[in-house]
């Protein structure tokens, strides 16, 4: 009979070889020290190998090997992993790796046991991994709709809900729902899906796309259900949030005072709003195509629209309906793009023919205005005129009662003078207030210049001042009335010389006279350092009849001035301080320049 201590060094001496598991002994170096016979059945011959050698047939350790953590902690570790036999079928196995502590507690080898997983276990495996981590919520219900089982994600969202009836844990229900799914599945063991609305443990409300399978069905029998349910209410959200999104979009460009249209890609019209039909005329909007557009719109905006990046704005052009006939129009285009994809192009119209309307209504209005604001200056002037008339005929009556022939030459002068005074108030003012059309020609604006300044230069020779002149070169033609725009720089350049005349400025008299183009705006500038305005002449330059040049002057030059400019959509501003000088303005935007005649 084997005593105890037989038993012992029996087990010391061939418990190794008799484990009905693979065993290895290894090295902090990988090596393999020590193997049992089942390993080395199993993996083959191992001596003088490394571990990952056999294991796995690599020439390094294994990327997530166990061994250094078990060797820094002296904690074992069971992992699950595939390593190929001597045969070289590659085999799921559980690994065991503990360590051996020698007396002091060094640890200097550790064990290796290695158990292999049956194909059955390796499946069970896989499929529990699969119910535990797929994304999605998985109950299994019994036919009394008691949750038998729930994975992982679903544990996260309504706690611990097992043996719990479904309709009262998720729905807070005292009965089973009318449109229950899991129902239908237990009635005719098909799968069902539907829309759910449950509670989470937090209380709050989630809607699922839930689908009901049988579960465990042997013979076409079963007693379970899997359902499997998907969080839908960020997609619920986002779905109502799009539609509110698209009704609003939809109100907004049917209600919109712009004409839209929009084309997609395969050039159908998608879009097309009640102003554009009204704009253009159209009876029937199913008959109207991406062709039509290029009658419509100027010639080459679709093609410029479609090879530019970014939006194309016609500030004023003309747009025809659909019978031919052009009205004016802001127009703006986009081509549509998603993810750098051709996805068509939208068109905005503005019919501007109210605002055109409005603004030559705006200055007949102010030219009105003006008109009434100097009679009362034109009286006052022709009264001046008569006390001058006045004196004349007295001096010369008085020159021939006394036989006085000097006296009789200065009333005749008087009397010349003053009534050449009111032929010109009259011719003047007629000229102001009758309000005729100005007549355009494509010319050069820089000539224009230049021709006012052959008029005025023996004048501004004559009197010692500085003329300089500075031109911009290569300014394209413009659509003005070339006769208008003379008497505008006529004018300005006229009260230059005289505010130059009488100024007491002890430096160089000087006249500056620009012409430049910036912003697709010709810009006149006339800048002299004459004598200046106060702030009281300056607020009325272009608001009354006013002269600053007694009877030199009619002070209808800048009223002139500023009905031309105004008439070419344009506008006069200055800038002047008193003993230094005076700037005046001339804005010609081309984009408001009238159409040539």
Same mark, same amino acid.
Not at 306 to 330: M, Q
Not at 580 to 595: A, H, S
């Given at each position: ?77 069971? #992992? ?51 119910? +535990? ?35 009262? !844990? ?32 937090? *209380? ?107 939006? #194309? ?52 209005? +102010? ?9 009362? *200056? ?74 006012? #300044? ?71 500038? #006339? ?58 303005? !001339? ?11």
């Amino acid at each position: 009979m084997m005593t105890a201590d037989h038993i012992k060094d029996w087990i010391e001496k061939n418990l190794f070889n008799t484990m009905p598991m693979s065993a290895a002994v290894i090295d902090s170096e990988f090596n393999l020290i020590a193997a049992n016979r089942v390993f080395e059945e199993k993996f083959g011959d191992w001596r003088n190998r490394k571990c990952y050698e056999v294991y796995r047939n690599l020439n390094s350790k294994c990327p997530h090997c166990a061994q250094p953590s078990v060797f820094a902690d002296g904690k074992p570790m069971v #992992v699950e992993d595939i390593s190929s036999g001597k045969n070289g079928r590659k085999t799921c196995r559980i690994r065991h790796t503990m360590p051996i502590q020698d007396e002091h507690g060094d640890i200097s080898y550790l064990i290796e046991m290695t158990s292999d997983m049956s194909d059955a276990e390796l499946v069970r495996q896989k499929y529990r991994n699969l119910f +535990e981590h797929v994304p999605c919520d998985i109950i299994i219900i019994n036919r009394d709709f008691q949750i038998v089982e729930t994975n992982q994600r679903s544990k996260e969202q309504f706690g611990s809900i097992e043996g719990a009836f479904c309709y009262e !844990i998720l729905k807070n229900r005292s009965s089973k729902c009318l449109d229950c799914t899991a129902q239908n599945t237990f009635e005719n063991g098909q799968r069902h899906s539907g829309r759910s609305t449950v509670i989470e443990k937090n *209380g709050k409300k989630v809607e699922l796309l839930v689908t009901t399978v049988p579960y465990e069905a042997k013979n076409g029998k079963f007693d379970l259900v899997l359902e499997m349910a998907v969080d839908i209410t960020a997609t619920l959200d986002l779905e109502e949030e799009l539609k509110m999104t698209n009704i609003t979009m939809r109100s907004l460009i049917s209600s919109s005072l712009y004409g839209i249209i929009a084309v997609d890609e395969n050039d159908r019209i998608t879009i097309f709003n009640q102003a554009a039909e009204r704009m253009l005329d159209i009876k029937n909007r199913d008959s109207f195509n991406k062709k039509d557009l290029d009658t419509i719109f100027p010639r080459g905006f679709l093609s410029f629209v479609a090879a530019s990046s970014g939006p #194309v704005y016609l500030n004023e052009t003309k747009v025809c309906n659909i019978e031919g006939d052009s009205f004016p129009a802001r127009l703006t285009g986009i081509k549509l793009l998603a993810n750098d994809q051709y996805r068509g192009m939208a068109f905005w119209i503005h019919d501007i023919r109210r605002i055109k309307k409005l603004e030559a209504e705006k200055i007949e209005a +102010e030219r009105l205005a003006a008109v009434g604001k100097t009679v009362a *200056g034109l009286a006052h002037g022709i009264k001046n005129v008569l006390t001058g008339l006045e004196g004349g005929e007295y001096m010369l009556n008085s020159g021939l009662q006394k036989g006085d022939a000097r006296r009789v030459q200065k009333g005749m002068e008087m009397l010349n003078r003053n009534t050449k005074r009111v032929s010109t108030f009259v011719k003047e003012f007629l000229n102001f207030s009758k309000g005729q059309d100005i007549e355009t020609t494509f010319c050069d604006p820089v000539e224009i210049a230049r021709e006012v #300044v052959n008029t005025y230069f023996i004048r501004i020779k004559q009197l010692g001042i500085k003329l300089v002149t500075d031109f911009q070169k290569n300014i394209g033609p413009a659509s003005l009335d070339s006769e208008g725009m003379h008497e505008s720089l006529s004018n300005l350049l006229g009260n230059a010389i005289d505010a130059c005349r009488i100024s007491e400025n002890a430096n160089e008299l000087t006249i500056i006279l620009r012409v430049y183009e910036k912003d697709d705006t010709i810009i006149y500038e #006339v800048i002299d350092n004459g004598c200046g305005m106060d702030y009281e002449v300056k607020k009325k330059v272009f608001t009354t009849f006013f002269t600053t040049k007694g009877l030199g002057g009619t002070g209808l030059g800048l009223l002139m001035t500023k009905k031309i400019i105004q008439q070419h959509g344009g506008e006069v501003e200055f800038d002047s301080i008193l003993d230094q000088g005076t700037t005046f303005r !001339i804005r010609l935007p081309r984009e408001r320049l009238p159409q040539k005649a």
